[in-house]
């Protein structure tokens, strides 16, 4: 390619390799920047890494991070939150540093937190009702929750609003790039699970469905296992929690908002644990005489 192709080339795909630039140093600054902010690592207290703070009306955008969050809340743990784009060693959030350990994935910290702190208050003695809280668990974290991530990612009618609402604290252009890239992830990773290849109506009829099913089982006991909180309240909480606090009411939302008791779940948790602008009550969700 002689001089003056290259400048055509360069003119008439300038909008292509100015993107791309600005993707490279985007890309090369989350990367790298991973060590460049300097923290102060206090011995004792744990380090809870998130993802930047959205604009949501609750403080943490993952159920995942929120139900590390409540347990370090529960068990009167000091910790700090640290909210950037470093994933941490197993690519996902949320992670933790304590001291010198690094730990991924909500289930194996609090399991390592249990341990490593000698947590006492949450064994369950009867092999039955482990074994129920075990399936209950892996199901609201790994079966229930995709419906959530498809509202807040693809549903049509409110995933624009959701996902500015996600990036609200990311800076422009920044923000452009990381939406692109996130959402193209997240749409693929949805369709790889499955749940995208369904109509819209099916996959909000199949959440109404999971929420009905844990109303009922919830019942009219304070906790899912009885009159204590336990691990598998930490889990539905930290979901539910997420469809309750919506920016735009999706329908699953609003099928959380037709039991009583799953209400009054979320707001008898949230308001023992957290502070009025880390779960504002005052958004999206009714109040208890409604």
Known sequence: MDFNSLI???????????????????????????GKKQHTFEPGVVYLYDFPKGGFPVIH???????VSLFLRLNNIPFKVINNFDMGPRNKKP??????????????????LIKKLNIKGFEINDPDQAAEAHMLRRF???AAVWSLVYSRWVDPMNCSTNIE????????????????????????????????RYERDEIYERAAKDIDALARRLGDKPY????EIALVDVSLFSVLAQFAFEIIQSPAGAALKTHRN????????????FKSNELDFSRSYPSPRQ
């Open 8 to 34: 055509s080339f360069v003119s008439s795909n300038k909008v292509s390799i100015l993107s791309g630039l600005a993707l490279a140093v985007t890309t090369g600054a989350l990367l790298k920047g991973k």
């Open 61 to 67: 955008i993952s159920p995942f991070v929120l139900k």
């Open 95 to 112: 992670w933790i540093r304590l001291d010198e350990d690094v730990v991924s994935d909500s289930d194996i910290i609090i399991q390592y």
């Open 140 to 142: 609201i974290d790994d």
């Open 165 to 196: 609402a996600v990036f609200a604290s990311v800076p422009f252009p920044m923000s452009v790039l990381v939406k692109r890239f996130s959402l193209s992830g997240t749409s693929k990773q949805l369709y790889s699970v499955g749940i995208s």
């Open 224 to 227: 899912l296992l009885g009159n």
């Open 262 to 273: 799953l209400v009054d779940y979320v707001q008898r948790i949230g308001e023992a644990h």
